[in-house]
């Protein structure tokens, strides 16, 4: 089945393929680093991930940009709290997003732009807007005239014809059915941080940033463009508006949006204090990899509820498929294969392969794979399941690996690194040479008391996890 999405901007199920030659030029939109991100926000850069990955498998190159919201007002309000200046205060945050999105095992977009280094390219954006007279200033302010931009409400569907003129907004998040002039260029206010630049003192409203950072990276018009249902509107709205009164070309050709991770019956989000940051969970001793696949089990346009029941459960089907993979592993089968079972390999990968293609399907795609271990485990059990089967039954849990990237377990928290391990075998090797066998010793048994067993081989020490 031929790679599709649904497109928020056609309300369709489209056939997905680059525009020009195999690399796909993708923007989401990333963080805003006031805080540390909740799981919420996590299961939108899981999506992205899995957009990421899967792309890969149809055979795309990927060219993806990712902005770092590094300056807005909740930003100002933290930092000036914590008397820290900005650029401190979020690289404290950032450097956060960068750790937890490394143990969810995110994949770096190819580039990560952050607002504050983009600043002079923004205020040249402003000002040829303000020559095809898309802008008006106010106050200090300079507001997108939306108005100006008559295709206005196209991607969330809303028709704002009637009421384009008039009140304008100061903040970047605003209700649905408010069309609002929204600023592009905001005045400060008391001691709030600011750039002197030629259209005035001041900083840029969320949404120029990533029209500029996409554009300057990607080119005019973008393959997809994603992020969570709730930057539709007015955020993904108002990037078109901005974009294309730039360029005069369609800003992005596919809009995908994912659905919220809920919490009894709400949207998981800090200002109903009703979530949970990957550290809490962590904290609690639930691996970051059952988070992960938790937040990837339900198909990305269906909004997910979230339990720690829930979490339990994406542990337990975790280990039931790195059980499978350590049965085929170890176990030693009859010689030969057995056809029926290799067809029904055949089968579960292919029918994995559709579901991911079928607007990234995710639920559907595990279904395959329990199904195939289910019929595994009990084709090993009546002895049906041959050697020769093996190959290809590993084959398909790489391939389910490669997508949803839950079957090496994690380095629990405060456990050795690999290069920390190495680093005490060398001392341990060099205590030796110098004849200190105590201390030796002491470092093989302090290394056994956190589950790490050193072999002496032939060929030099070598370690395992036990
Ligand atoms: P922010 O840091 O607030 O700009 O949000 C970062 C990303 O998380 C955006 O793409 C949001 O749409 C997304 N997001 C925020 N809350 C949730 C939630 N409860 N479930 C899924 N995605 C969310
Ligand atoms: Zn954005």
């Not at 369709?12 to 991100?37: H, I, L």
């Not at 299961?43 to 149809?58: G, M, Q, Y």
């Not at 969320?206 to 300057?216: P, Y």
Request: glycine share 6%.
């Amino acid at each position: 089945m031929a790679l599709r999405f649904y497109n928020t901007l056609s309300q369709q199920v489209e056939d997905f393929t680059p525009a020009s030659q195999n690399t796909v030029r993708m923007y989401t939109c990333g963080p805003t680093v006031y805080d540390f991100a909740h799981i919420g926000n996590f299961r939108t850069f899981t999506f992205v991930d899995l957009l990421r990955k899967c792309l890969r498998a149809n055979g795309f190159q990927l060219n993806h940009v990712m902005n770092i919201t590094d300056v807005d007002d909740k930003i100002i309000r933290n930092a000036v709290a914590s008397h820290q200046p900005l650029a401190e205060y979020t690289k404290t945050y950032t450097d956060a997003f960068l750790d937890d999105c490394a143990a969810l095992r995110l994949e770096r977009p190819e580039r990560l732009a952050s607002a504050t280094e983009h600043i002079p390219e923004m205020v040249a954006a402003i000002q040829r807007l303000g020559d095809g007279q898309h802008t008006y200033a106010s106050d200090g302010s300079v507001y997108f005239k939306i108005a100006s931009f008559p295709q206005y409400g196209k991607l969330s569907h809303n028709d704002f014809s009637g009421n384009l003129a008039g009140a304008r907004v100061d903040v970047d998040e605003y209700e649905k059915a408010d069309a609002r002039d929204f600023a592009l260029w905001k005045t400060p206010k008391d001691d709030e941080p600011f750039w002197d630049t030629a259209i005035g003192p001041g900083r840029p409203g969320w949404h120029i940033e990533c029209s500029v950072m996409a554009i300057k990276y990607l080119g005019e018009t973008l393959d997809i463009h994603a992020g969570g249902v709730d930057l539709i509107f007015p955020h993904h709205e108002n990037e078109i508006a901005q974009s294309e009164s730039l360029t005069g070309k369609p800003f992005s050709r596919f809009w995908l949006h994912a659905e919220f991770l809920m919490v009894e019956g709400q949207k998981m989000s800090k200002s109903l204090g009703n979530y949970y940051t990957l550290r809490d969970l962590m904290g609690k001793g639930h691996a970051p990899e059952s988070i992960r696949y938790l937040l990837a089990s339900v198909p990305y346009r269906k909004s997910l509820n979230f339990t720690i029941e829930g979490l339990k459960s994406a542990a337990i089907a975790i280990k039931r498929l790195r059980d499978f993979k350590l049965r085929l592993e170890t176990e030693r089968f009859a010689e030969g294969l057995n056809e029926k079972m290799a067809v029904r390999t055949v089968h579960a990968s292919q029918a994995f392969t559709d579901s991911l293609n079928d607007d990234l399907n995710t639920a559907e795609a595990l279904a395959a794979v329990f199904k195939f271990v289910r019929d595994a485990n009990s084709a090993m059990d009546s002895g049906e399941f041959r050697a020769g089967n093996t190959p290809a039954a590993l084959e398909f849990l790489a391939l389910f690996d490669c997508i949803f990237d839950v079957l090496k377990p994690s380095v629990k928290a405060g456990g050795l690194s690999d290069s920390d391990i190495e680093e005490r075998a060398a001392r341990r090797t060099a205590a030796k040479k110098a004849r200190d066998f105590a201390l030796a010793d002491r470092i093989r048994d302090e290394l056994l008391e956190q589950g790490i067993v050193l072999e002496d081989t032939k060929s030099g020490v070598r370690w395992k996890r036990k």
